[in-house]
T-cell receptor
């Protein structure tokens, strides 16, 4: 079975632009979580979705938004990009959101 | 709020030796889970081992074991018989088990295995 997939793998944007990152969970998993990992730090929680509803939100500005689709895939959107948004964005899926989370390979975003 | 502290930014270990990576945590919730992840340079977080707060025995998974000392709020990872492929970043994380609470990660420890 395929694991968590994320696209694109790498992305370069300039300040002020917006970006959309995509995540497909493991088949049968209904929950998706997004994390931001800046260089030299551990991942920081951004959002969790379960059954298309937001179940949790981390301490991130409103420029960050997300949604989950009927097939349980998810998009993370970031508007008005700042240099500080440069990071590895990780998606994790779980069956219900309360169990073990399985991580995807991440999308490496560079903002110039 | 939960907090994870990893005080070792980097560690070196000789191949075939054992190494301990430190992790302390802070939470007021009695029901929680502790996780260790390995992150190679490719970026993917690979789950290694899990310990529940009510588990009576220390968790083990192959060459990985978790030295869980609840009173000290520590959850150190022990890797036995280190291999060159163990060189990576290692993250300790925790999650309160009530509700859909997210994982809280430490800053990580970079392990380098020397031949």
């Amino acid at each position: 079975d395929a694991g968590v997939t994320q696209s694109p793998t790498h992305l370069i944007k300039t300040r002020g632009q917006h970006v959309t990152l995509r995540c497909s969970p493991i088949s049968g998993h209904k929950s998706v979580s997004w994390y931001q990992q800046v260089l030299g730090q551990g991942p920081q929680f951004i959002f969790q979705y379960y059954e298309k509803e937001e179940r949790g939100r981390g301490n991130f500005p409103d420029r960050f938004s997300a949604r989950q689709f009927p097939n349980y895939s998810s998009e993370l959107n970031v508007n008005a990009l700042l240099l500080g948004d440069s990071a590895l964005y990780l998606c994790a899926s779980s069956i219900t959101g309360e169990g073990e989370q399985f991580f995807g390979p991440g999308t490496r975003l560079t903002v110039l | 709020a939960q907090k994870i502290t990893q005080t070792q930014p980097g560690m070196f270990v000789q191949e075939k030796e054992a190494v301990t990576l430190d992790c302390t945590y802070d939470t007021s919730d009695p029901s929680y889970g502790l996780f260790w992840y390995k992150q190679p340079s490719s970026g993917e977080m690979i789950f290694l081992i899990y310990q529940g707060s009510y588990d009576q025995q220390n968790a083990t998974e192959g060459r990985y074991s978790l030295n869980f000392q609840k009173a000290r709020k520590s959850a150190n990872l022990v890797i036995s018989a280190s291999q060159l492929g163990d060189s990576a970043m290692y993250f300790c994380a925790m999650r309160v088990l009530s509700g859909n609470t997210p994982l809280v990660f430490g800053k990580g420890t970079r392990l380098s295995v020397i031949a």
